[in-house]
């Protein structure tokens, strides 16, 4: 008995039941870089340790060597040279054009590399083999469960000519340094197991941990980079405190060294003709931002201080709370792409959408490669929103999502999202599957569980798994719970196939000094309707068929307009009857879906005006 009154008492002390089963590696990396851009090389000693949180023993290690990725004949070459065979009508070829067949052209000083020149485990020296941009050790006594080890590792990188996210020599840009997946990651380990993904394209899954990072580089360069700076009195270049004198080490290199607690990545970049500025937008949050004048003017980076404080209030009041002290807007890369703490852009334009994925990829790490649309539809999605408060706009759609996803359907190229993000046919499936339907899904869900409950989903989905790796299951489960609707079919049409949605206006009919309207469903896709019936008299009506699947219904949004609400429309079922007092003639307009949330292919037949 007293057994029994102990686990009792222990699972009230420690939360929800649920919470003992969830559980995910733990890492801190120390990282010492040096980096000569004379010869575009740097040398690294990294210490990890890694946290085995996991009830497995693991008798396999992998690591990500993603500068491997730039050498002529990679995977990443064949496959993007493979992609450049095909062809979109009305799109052209299908690869992207900022790695196209650049990588076969490489010259050896040109290309990119990972070498670990060594590596041992708690003391012990490992073997390894490396397979292009995966690495792979199997320890000489295998990692207990939960248990902590230490790696520690030599190892060397040449910085590429820039051909996709990061590299050197930006020909649009200028930039010297883009440095994204520029050192030895270890690969995330999870109830799926290892997830040692080449890299191919597409989409990252780290580890969440604590990064410190010190990198010595020629003093004349000015970076900027995920964490805090520990050093800016002896750095300068605007990170010192206000009023303080800059006190420099002799020599030709200045080390920087930057702290990053609790992320699952860690970037920076590097130029001598950075210009850095900062803003305090609120209590310990620091904007900064470094750029060169290629892509923009001071005045449109600069634009940027006064974008971000007028968003991030709603930002954070829509979908959680930033959890960090700095974020970094930093010129480079080769376009748009978010890491923790900072975003590298070629342009000022993107900023929105980058900056929303430190939440959408910085706090709630999905598995990026495996729901890469979890990742940039929902950062999609709040972009819409966000644009939507900024621009004091009334209820937004963003009808270019839905017509891209119109067109890649008609197209006959469209994949289901549920393809792993490196698997897609095309980069024009990928394009639409991952941004426009993934934006959708949210926008729908909105439709179907109502908005304001999509707020409060929003915000618990935050608070109940930030700083975790969530799947698509995690998020459903949450959904289901704050809008006590079943939403499995949902998950099962929209993200595993590409069934699509066609209701229709059947008829209508005057019988008894009633209108009765019949509704039919062309496509395979069931879902719930709310029907508008506009009348001559300007007086409105909302029909809200729910679908059986849900065992639920959504609550009025607008609670001024009459609603009628109905028996469910099961699903196999091909039409559904609706009645309302009065007669046809004095009938304006009949609706489908008048807020255009829901993604029907064909709208034509969605509207009836007599």
Not at 194 to 221: C, L, M, N, Q, T
Not at 233 to 244: A, F, I, K, R, W
Not at 511 to 539: A, V
């Amino acid at each position: 008995m007293k057994k029994f009154l102990l686990l009792v008492a222990l699972f009230i002390t420690t939360g929800k039941f649920s919470s003992a089963q969830y559980w995910q590696q733990r890492v801190k990396y120390t990282m010492s870089i040096d980096m000569n851009v004379q010869s575009n090389k740097l040398t690294g000693k990294q210490k990890l340790e890694y946290w085995n949180n996991s009830p497995d023993t693991l008798t396999k290690v992998f690591y990500h060597l993603y500068f491997n990725a730039f050498q002529p004949g990679s995977m990443m070459d064949e496959r993007s040279r493979r992609q450049g065979s095909i062809s979109i009508p009305g799109v052209g070829r299908d690869w992207d054009d900022r790695v196209a067949d650049r990588i076969q052209h490489l010259k050896p000083d040109e290309m990119g590399y990972q070498k670990v020149l060594s590596l041992t485990l708690n003391g012990r020296p490992q073997q390894f083999t490396v397979y292009e941009t995966i690495l792979e050790v199997k320890p000489d006594k295998p990692i207990a469960p939960k248990s902590k080890v230490v790696f520690d590792m030599d190892f060397e990188a040449q910085v590429p000519l820039q051909i996709r996210r990061s590299g050197r020599d930006n020909p649009q840009t200028k930039v010297r340094y883009s440095m994204s997946q520029w050192y030895p990651k270890i690969c995330e380990y999870d109830t799926e197991g290892w997830h040692p993904v080449p890299y191919v394209g597409r989409e990252f899954f780290g580890v969440w941990g604590d990064y410190d990072v010190s990198i010595a580089i020629d003093k004349k360069y000015i970076l900027g980079g995920t964490g805090y700076l520990q050093n800016a009195n002896q750095v300068g270049y605007g990170y010192e405190t206000p009023g303080s004198k800059v006190n420099r080490p002799a020599g030709n290199k200045l080390t920087w060294r930057f702290l990053a607690p609790n992320v699952h990545d860690f970037a920076w970049a590097a130029d001598p003709e950075f210009t850095h500025k900062s803003k305090v937008i609120r209590d310990s949050l620091t904007i900064h931002l470094l750029y060169k004048t290629t892509t923009a003017s001071n005045a449109e980076w600069e634009q940027l201080f006064a974008n971000v404080e007028k968003a991030f209030p709603f930002i954070e009041k829509t979908f959680g709370a930033y959890a960090y002290k700095q974020f970094s807007f930093i010129q480079g890369g080769d376009g748009g792409m978010e890491y923790p703490m900072i975003t590298l852009l070629s342009g000022p334009g993107a900023w929105l959408h980058e900056l929303l994925h430190n939440w959408y990829y910085g706090m709630l790490a999905t598995d990026e490669s495996k729901y890469p649309w979890m990742d940039e539809g929902l950062a999609q999605y709040a972009v819409h929103r966000v644009q939507l408060y900024m621009n004091n706009s009334p209820d937004f759609v963003s009808a270019t999502d839905y017509m891209n996803y119109f067109q890649t359907i008609k197209s006959g190229k469209e994949e289901p999202l549920i393809t792993h993000a490196d698997h897609y046919n095309t980069n024009f499936a990928y394009g639409t599957a991952v941004y426009s339907k993934g934006a959708i899904f949210f926008e729908q869900l909105g439709y179907i569980v109502g908005s304001q409950v999509l707020d409060k989903i929003l915000l618990e989905y935050y608070k109940q798994w930030r700083f975790k790796h969530p799947s698509v299951n995690d998020f459903l489960r949450v959904a289901e719970k704050v809008s006590d609707i079943k939403l499995d079919w949902y998950k099962d049409y929209w993200i595993n196939t590409t069934r699509t949605i066609d209701y229709s206006i059947d008829s209508l009919w005057e019988e008894g000094g009633k209108t009765n309207i019949r509704i039919r469903k062309n496509g395979i896709m069931p879902m719930p309707l709310d029907i508008l019936i506009s009348w001559k008299d300007w007086r409105k009506e909302v029909h809200y068929v729910p679908m059986s699947l849900m065992y639920g219904i959504k609550p009025a949004e607008d609670t001024v307009t009459v609603r009628k609400v109905y028996e469910p429309w099961k699903w196999t079922h091909p039409t559904y009857v609706i009645q309302t007092d009065g007669r046809l003639a004095d009938i304006a307009i009949v609706e489908i879906d008048p807020s255009q949330r829901m993604a029907d292919t064909e709208r034509k037949n969605n509207r009836f005006a007599w």
